[in-house]
């Protein structure tokens, strides 16, 4: 099956930032963080979007529920995930959305609700590249500006199990650490894959 899904991690304690950060509106547009990644999700030629939801996990699917779709996306499923252990860290978030996953789904897409300013095409490329890699199940594909990785990050579905084990706050890094042989960089013109929010004045920066 041709498909990729797509992962929304949207569920985080967000202590640094002081407040659910998913819900705090990006000033160029008025939407929220939450919206902005949902968004870019549907774009990306996922075949599923999967948004992963925990703190103010009301008020985020409320967002979600009145949520108008971007154009050409209406036939991609999007459908929540709640993680109850969204406060201890999260690779209880990433194991959440990988457990929802399509059975059938060859790699998964993971984007963070606090990049609002990856680019579509970035998504895009990189779901395209790794559909055309052989023994795709197997690679972790990451995207890099100025020869720096950032996010979002493609696993192949050969690192679901490990990537559904997750505990804590280690994230996919764990298994990036176990499989460096797996990584596979694709150069991106996309400044805002190294660009995340962690405090309101990253916010009004960005």
Not at 105 to 113: E, I, N
Not at 118 to 131: D, G, M, Q, S, W
Not at 165 to 194: C, M, N, T
Request: glycine share 8%; charged share 20%; aromatic share 6%.
């Amino acid at each position: 099956m041709e498909q990729v899904s797509a992962v929304v991690l949207a569920a985080g304690a967000a202590r640094r930032y002081g407040k659910p950060k998913q819900l705090e509106r990006y000033p160029a547009d008025g939407a929220t963080l939450l919206e902005r990644a949902v968004s870019l999700a549907l774009l990306s030629g996922a075949g599923e979007v999967i948004v992963v939801l925990g703190n103010a996990g009301l008020e985020a699917l409320e967002i979600l529920n009145n949520y108008i779709r971007p154009p050409d996306t209406k036939n991609v499923l999007l459908q929540i995930a709640y993680n109850p252990r969204w406060a201890e860290g999260q690779g209880f978030s990433v194991a959440t959305g990988v457990e929802a996953l399509d059975p059938q789904s060859r790699g998964a897409l993971f984007l963070l609700a606090d990049q609002p300013r990856v680019k579509p095409e970035t998504a895009r490329n990189l779901i395209a590249h790794f559909l055309n890699l052989p023994d795709s199940a197997n690679k972790i594909i990451f995207p890099t500006f100025n020869r720096k990785r950032g996010n979002p990050a493609l696993f192949g579905r050969g690192f679901f199990p490990e990537l559904a084990a997750l505990q804590g706050d280690s994230g996919g890094r764990e298994v990036v650490k176990a499989h460096p042989q797996a990584v596979i960089e694709l150069a991106v013109d996309d400044p805002g894959i190294h660009e995340d929010i962690d405090t309101p004045e990253d916010l009004a920066r960005l």
